[in-house]
């Protein structure tokens, strides 16, 4: 069986990630595909963040988390509506729901998206911190993938 993977049409992993993916930009999510999910999985989750912001925003910057996503699902378009999706959304480090891109603001930083396969769905409320998430998180991943692009100002 193939382990969990996560990859993006708009970028290979290591590469920039295009600049219409930025906040300052169009701020919309890039478009990812998802193979090998695990047998058991009841949903997926997928978290973005910048472990580069440790230096100028003295933490790992949160931009993006998504739970409860339906583990059939093989891709994540470009500027996705989790509403219509029946996932739930968190509030990114920007103060807002749903998607921030990335904004570096002392040189060029690499962005992780992690993508975990859980054996249950999760009770946790829409507008979550990654800290909750991490928490309800506890004790259920099968697999995890990540992928990681760069972003310069």
Known sequence: MAALQLSSPAFDDGNPIPREYGYTEENVNPPFDISGVPAGTESLVLVMDDPDAVEPA???????????VD????????????????????ENDY????????NPPDGEHTYRFRLYALDTELD?????????????????VLDEATLEGTYAP
């Open 71 to 90: 583990p059939t699902r093989k891709r994540i378009p470009e500027g996705w509506n989790t509403g219509t999706a029946s996932a739930t959304e968190g």
């Open 124 to 140: 946790v409320p829409a507008g979550a911190d990654k800290d909750r998430l991490e928490l309800a998180m506890e004790d259920h």
């Open 58 to 68: 003295g933490k790992i910057w949160d931009h993006w988390l998504v739970w409860n």
């Open 95 to 102: 103060g807002e729901p749903g998607y921030g891109g990335p």
